[in-house]
């Protein structure tokens, strides 16, 4: 027999679901009280399907309420619904999905795609079969509304639906989607476009296999009338480009002309769908080929794209010009995460290279995070200028002259974002204009309109590499000046966007800002009074990357006056558990390791403070710790077994970024004064802790090898095991601590050898290795054949040409030359394993600018010994595979 509601029951559900929706806090809570009070009878689910679904005498909004609390009671205890109750939610749901009111049509839609994601599709077998049948049915509300929950499960379970767990419906239900194509409802005609697009990026077969016929379908819909289906055509269109550019091609010129038209759309929301075309089209190898010949007609529409809309002027408070009073709200600040330290090299004709890519050469509104039309344009013509590069100049900069000097200031702020978007890709092309456009861009950080002044910081950061290419007097100091008033401006956009492009001009300028030290601390000290919370951390990197960039110079006593004190006074103020010292600890970091020495009176505070955020974070997780210090080379070993890993259940998971940041700073202690203790964390579950604790071991065999020594026995065979290139940083610079802790020991490394080099050997020659970590094993296998070459020589036929590769490229310096002196003193022990790859010995040679002059008279016996064993005939045969510079090279240096 049918469920039906007792009256008194029903009544007092109203009751509740009318007090839910009152403002008043105390009724809310007792609300809350009452739903889990009534969870615990499990037919309260029936009354709620019944007041969604039977009860249309009530309004829309409580029904659709009563739908929704019996969502959130299936997401958290349908496996508990009896089945009988479960059935019945189930039938409900089916039988009104054609309910006149969209809203409750929707509610009906949600409910049945939280059911089937609840791992339902496998024990619903008549869901999709009877949704897709009522498709057919002659009633709109009824074919809409059961769209409306194929679109939303076609979301939640694309992969599920083209799998042979649900025997593939898939092949059913596509081609019956396209045939909606052609419906006569707008809406209808959306929701099947959307439906089948969900399949596109995962290219499921039974998509695959009509998709000529999807193809035609969409361009059939190109000029439909209704807003939401062009969106979904151009949606459908960008990700085909992605996946399925072979069908496109055919149709490149006409899809084209399509776009055009959409990326102009009068609905901002197609026109930014379209304008994901372009990003999309710049990552096809076809790209120039298809896209040269409407270059033209692009750039206007693309430039014209960058203005700001007027809602966007709102949302950013465009004419709010003073807000530096306001505090900031909470959600304004992003959340950070603290980046851990990869141990580097230096390379040929260029800095240290990074393996993470930073990506802080977006848009500059970033507090605007919402994708829009403006951000999508810039991005768009960001990529395409990369494409085309200097090609791009003719279309665009006719229209450059007229936007950067037009009187209207929104016009102007977007000609100057283009200036930005275009700066990497034609920077050649746009050099001639510099020596005008640079002032231009300088007198703009003093525009009276906020959003003109802070496009005109970023823009400028794009260009600051040229701007210290040329003579200081020029442009660098001028524009130096500048950005440090607008650091201190009075509008918050204003300040973030001037600090972050001085962080920039900095790790440009390097050295060349020594003689303005004294102006630009007394900017950046000067900040700190007048920033809200937000700024304030990006004020931190702009110090942090100041100390990177001019290092020792910063040792200077007024330097360090004007500014420890504010740093130390934040220091002081946060509490251990504020987010806030991620990037304080960053900055403290870097200035410790430029100031050196001059760091010394704040070490002790800093240090102490940087031990208790470990400690307490291991009073959390069951860690390994080690501790020792100066005073006595005792250290102290502790395991805790704290309350997190007894019940993890109810306790939160401790939060290691404290832990790996406080360990960075102690890094940048012991690199900037050779420090005098450590904390190691070599065992913990989280690799970036380990990866921060094998860098700061590095740091301190450096720095401090006597206290390190008496614990290596305990942590060669961590550091072996650590040799995992799965994790590739903390790999990294575990095999960067070896190498160090090799110098240091000598020859009493010997009986750890057999722990670490068979993973190097293994490392070196895996295909697809990182730069930076074949360098560093390359490095480290060198270090300890030079301290044990006796046990690493008979290894070298199977690193010695991977080993030299690895290391032509790196530039001259104590690393290199250690590793070099290693490779030679084994090519002594073991001359024959070097034979078949000696070329590659010669080629490594060859990369030395300026060999020490022992160095360079160990090579010249190897590759004049190597001569006179093969002789002069062989040796002349041998060298005639060289390519003429290394010939004249070798020639020219070692005479042979």
């Not at 209207?408 to 204009?433: F, H, N, R, T």
């Not at 010249?860 to 190597?866: D, R």
Request: proline share 6%; aromatic share 8%.
């Amino acid at each position: 027999m049918e469920w039906q509601p007792d009256e008194q029951g029903l009544q007092q559900v109203l009751q509740l679901l009318k007090d839910s929706q009152s403002p008043n806090t105390v009724t809310q809570r007792a609300v809350q009280q009452k739903l889990e009070q009534l969870n615990q009878f499990p037919d309260f689910n029936n009354y709620l399907i019944f007041v969604l679904t039977c009860l249309k005498t009530e309004d829309e909004p409580t029904r659709s309420l009563s739908g929704l609390i019996l969502k959130n009671n299936v997401k958290a205890h349908y496996q508990n619904f009896p089945p009988a109750v479960a059935d019945f939610i189930k039938r409900e749901c089916l039988n009104n999905i054609g309910d006149p009111s969209p809203l409750i049509r929707a509610t009906i839609g949600i409910l049945i795609t939280t059911i089937a994601s609840k791992g339902e599709l496998q024990t619903w077998p008549e869901l999709l079969p009877q949704l897709c049948n009522l498709l057919n049915s002659e009633d709109y509300n009824t074919c809409e509304g059961s769209f409306g929950a194929l679109q939303k499960i076609c979301e939640d379970s694309s992969e599920l639906l083209d799998s042979d767990a649900l025997n593939r419906p898939l092949n059913i239900m596509i081609p019956k989607f396209l045939q909606f194509f052609k419906h006569c409802s707008p809406k209808i005609r959306s929701h099947a476009i959307a439906c089948v697009n969900q399949f596109i990026i995962g290219r499921a077969q039974a998509l695959m296999d009509h998709i000529d016929t999807f193809i035609e379908s969409l361009f059939a819909l190109a000029a439909d009338e209704d807003s939401e289906v062009r969106k979904n055509v151009c949606r459908a269109l960008v990700m085909l480009l992605e996946v399925r550019v072979d069908r496109l091609i055919p149709h490149m010129h006409s899809i084209i002309q399509y776009m055009l038209q959409r990326t102009q759309d009068p609905d901002e929301n197609v026109a930014l769908e379209a304008c994901e075309f372009w990003l999309t089209l710049a990552e096809q190898p076809i790209c120039k080929e298809v896209l040269s010949g409407h270059l033209a007609q692009l750039t206007p529409i693309l430039v014209n794209g960058m203005k700001y809309s007027e809602i966007d002027i709102i949302l950013l408070k465009g004419d709010v010009e003073e807000d530096e009073a306001v505090p900031d709200s909470e959600q304004d600040i992003k959340p950070r995460f603290h980046k851990s330290r990869t141990v580097t090299l230096q390379h040929e004709g260029g800095e240290a290279e990074d393996e993470e890519d930073d990506d802080d050469d977006d848009d500059d509104d970033d507090t605007l995070s919402d994708w829009n039309l403006r951000k999508c344009s810039a991005a768009a013509l960001d990529v395409l200028a990369n494409v085309f590069r200097d090609e791009l100049l003719p279309h665009l900069l006719p229209l450059l002259k007229g936007l950067l000097f037009h009187p209207d200031w929104v016009v102007k702020e977007s000609g100057i974002l283009v200036l930005g978007a275009v700066a990497e890709g034609c920077m050649q092309g746009m050099v001639p204009y510099l020596p005008e456009l640079i002032p231009h861009l300088i007198q703009s950080l003093c525009d009276k309109k906020a959003l003109v002044r802070s496009i005109a910081c970023w823009t400028l950061s794009r260009y600051a590499h040229w701007v210290v290419s040329q003579p200081p007097d020029s442009y660098l100091k001028p524009l130096m000046t500048e950005l440090l008033k607008r650091i201190l401006d009075s509008n918050k956009r204003v300040q973030e966007a001037a600090c972050s492009a001085f962080a920039t001009l900095e790790e440009e300028a390097c050295t060349e800002l020594v003689p303005y030290l004294g102006f630009i601390l007394d900017t950046l000290v000067f900040a700190f009074g007048k920033y809200q919370h937000k700024n304030l951390l990006i004020l931190y990197d702009a110090i942090g990357t100041l100390a990177d960039s001019v290092g020792h110079h910063l040792n200077q006593s007024e330097y360090i006056q004007k500014l420890m004190p504010p740093l130390i006074n934040k220091w002081n103020e946060l509490k251990d558990e504020d987010k806030d010292l991620f990037p304080l600890l960053e900055c403290l970091s870097s200035v410790a390791t430029a100031l050196q020495s001059g760091f010394l009176p704040y070490c002790e505070p800093v240090y102490q403070r940087c031990v208790t955020l470990v400690q307490k974070t291991l009073a959390q997780a069951m860690v390994r710790i080690l501790l020792f210090d100066t005073t006595n080379t005792v250290y102290l070993e502790m395991m805790t077994h704290p309350m997190y890993s007894q019940h993890p259940d109810q306790y939160e998971t401790p939060d290691k970024d404290f832990m790996i940041v406080a360990l960075d700073l102690l890094s940048g202690l012991a690199e900037g004064l050779g420090a005098m203790w450590n904390i190691l964390c070599f065992q913990d579950t989280m690799p970036e802790v380990r990866q921060s604790s094998f860098a700061l071991l590095g740091d301190l065999t450096k720095a401090c090898f006597p206290h390190v020594k008496p614990c290596i026995a305990e942590f060669m065979p961590i550091l072996g095991l650590n040799l995992n290139p799965e994790f590739i940083s903390v790999c990294n610079n575990a095999t960067w601590a070896i190498g160090e802790i090799s110098i240091q020991m000598g020859t009493e490394m010997q009986p750890y050898v057999g722990m670490v080099l068979p993973n190097l050997v293994e490392i070196i020659n895996r295909p697809n290795t990182p730069k930076t970590l074949l360098e560093n094993t390359a490095i480290t296998i060198g270090r300890l054949g030079y301290v044990c070459p006796q046990e690493v020589a008979p290894q070298l036929p199977q690193f010695i040409r991977p080993w030299c590769s690895s290391l032509r490229n790196i530039r001259d310096n104590e690393e290199k030359d250690s590793a070099f002196r290693g490779i030679c003193v084994m090519i002594g022990v073991n001359p024959g394993g070097v034979v078949q790859d000696f070329i590659f010995f010669c080629d490594a040679v060859a990369s030395w600018v300026s060999p020490k002059d022992d160095l360079r008279e160990m090579f010249y016996k190897i590759l004049h010994g190597f001569k006179d064993q093969v002789g002069e005939e062989n040796w002349q045969q041998f060298s005639a595979q060289f390519p003429p510079l290394l010939k004249e090279r070798l020639s020219a240096c070692y005479g042979v």
